[in-house]
């Protein structure tokens, strides 16, 4: 990747960088058109970042595709760490996969000219998430929409609504989707590996990380320690703080929020870093060491655990679970969760395996049975069961990291008797469902009857016939 | 519009919209030699406006380059067999009611009668031909009218407001199944043209969606 940097105050030779420098590009940038792998590097102070969009665009790029690293993020005394950063970087934007329409907010401020006539500042675009109809599990689930703070999110006929210009970005429906669909082209879970990733194999010391909301304020970094930006940190679930443990780094800390668009993002970021200490001391791993208030110096040496796989991905809680080894350890922000049902009270309606967005609750018919049976590995405590679940206390969702559970794997929760059709032997319903209904109905015998002891497709005949 | 102070009129803008829903409209019509030159011309025109700042101008310039890479004939032959004969089980013709439509009879009428009344109401005729009115150049073709009138309202110093809302109406339901339509139409296409003609209808509606908003609150703002 070719680099084109502002600032002559800089001695990029002493950089492992192919930087090509501009002094006072940032007032006026040109954009090359014979690459298409370009950086930049600016200066906070001269670099407009709406005009530099603008530009990229009209040469062709697509601007969330191309690099821009200001220099205060970067350390202008220390070569290696300053490669280090540019290595993260890359390596982030290297996971990038493109954008949809559906992902770029238009921003337009409408300003009042001297005619009086309306004037818009030409369009610069925020990047939000939209569902991926692909692997949005769909079917009732709306896990995003339970998350949405702004409300920009809805359910709707079917499908997830989504009101781009009533979207903040700030993340937490991306980290709350069970099945990773949906999707900031900006901030996706595997650029943020790719960044930590790329940390890790730049930087040879022991290096901690600090996550913070990339709209709040920066502030001063020590030594050793490299800033990892997602959009907002009310986003985190415990699993994301531990994450960057599991990819190389030996120190984590969370950032204070800073720039008050969520007003709840710093508790519910303490309650993150809160269950994370706690699952890290569950592993016999000393969390104060790991996941610090405060950055310091001396770093203590890497984990020696590795993740296998991408701790922030859907499934992150289970690949970090897997890293971490035997733990019980349960709170309000567990990632994970057992599930398990009231006998007496579920009626096999099957509503909570077909809004179950993982498939950690599935229904299978088996011989005049209906088994609904749960995999703790799959399950990401989101709930969706006992909220959509039209029988009140017949579900409950315990928020815990067991991996006992999990290790156990796949197991039958409940089992229902089938009753059999009296016309054709097929299947009308399981007999607690046909009980539910006989309480509901009452003394309607005739229609009780229909119900309970034909099948839909024969009560269909006959009604036709 | 000018890009260094990063400002462009009310007008200017609607002019950009109005230019870019009539050449997607054009994009729909029967493939020739003549169409693609101008619906060539129509783009570099648009980038001559200001296009290039907008998300929408990337994938207008790759129905652009598409163009200019196919045989008008293979064009024509593709776009029968997507959006005429349906030859392969490939059709996937451009009208609302084919997608939105549950029940196709009763639909095609109910939004081919939307679209009439909307034109009744803004006071356009359409000149319709053999396509009905749901069909999607012809819903092009409206809102492309509908940015003229908001560009003269602009110019003159008039409230654009209700040419906004009636393209607003006509809008909200073009982003319900333009993007669905898109995919379909890239999946099926072999020569690649409708297929970008698809990808810069999608991301050009989608952008109305929210711009056409964002111009409404604006526009109340200032009459209010």
Sequence with gaps: MKWIACSDRIDWTETDLDVSARPGWCRDPVVPRDTDQVGFIGCAEDLDRAHLERRLRSEGFDPLGVPVVLLTELDRDSPSRMAAKVAAIRSRMAAYTGSRPEHLKPVMPATLSRRSFLT???????PVPHPDDSCCAGDGCRACVDSCPHGALDW??????HDRLGCAACGRCVSACPS???????????????????????VAEPFGVRITCERGPRSELMKDWYEVAVPCVGMLPPHWIIGPLLIGATAVAVSKCGCDAEPDADQRAGEAVVFARSWLDAADIPADSRIVDELREGLVSALGVAAAGNPF????????????????VGGVRAPTGVVTIQEDVCTGCEMCSTVCPTSALRAVPIEGRLEIDFDPSRCTACRQCVVRCPEEGAIHVLPIVDSVEMAVGRRTLIRHELAECLRCGGTVAPQAALARIARALGDDEKALKQITSLCLDCRGTMMVF | MSEMSGTLSGSDLARIRQGCYRVLASGFGRPSAELTAQIRAGILALEGLGMGVFSFAQPMRRWDMALSAASPGDVATEYVRLFGS???GAVCVPIESQHLGVNLVGDAARHAGRIEDLMRRSGFEADLDERPPDHLAVELELASAFCGAE????????????????????VDVLAMWIPGFAATVGERDRVGVLAALGGATAAFVMHEYDIVRVLIGAAAEESG
């Design chain 1, 156 to 161: 709707s006929r079917g499908a997830i609504r």
């Design chain 1, 180 to 202: 990773g669909a949906m999707v900031n082209p900006a901030f996706t879970p595997a650029q943020l590996y790719a960044e930590v990733e790329g940390l890790a194999s730049a």
């Design chain 1, 120 to 126: 818009f500042g030409s369009p610069t675009y925020q």
């Design chain 1, 313 to 328: 991905a859907a499934n992150g809680a289970v690949v970090v679970a897997a890293a971490l080894g035997d733990v019980l």
């Design chain 2, 86 to 88: 349906g030859m392969d």
């Design chain 2, 151 to 170: 560009a003269t309202a602009w110019a003159d110093g008039g409230s654009a407001e209700k040419w906004l809302e009636w393209l607003r109406e006509l």
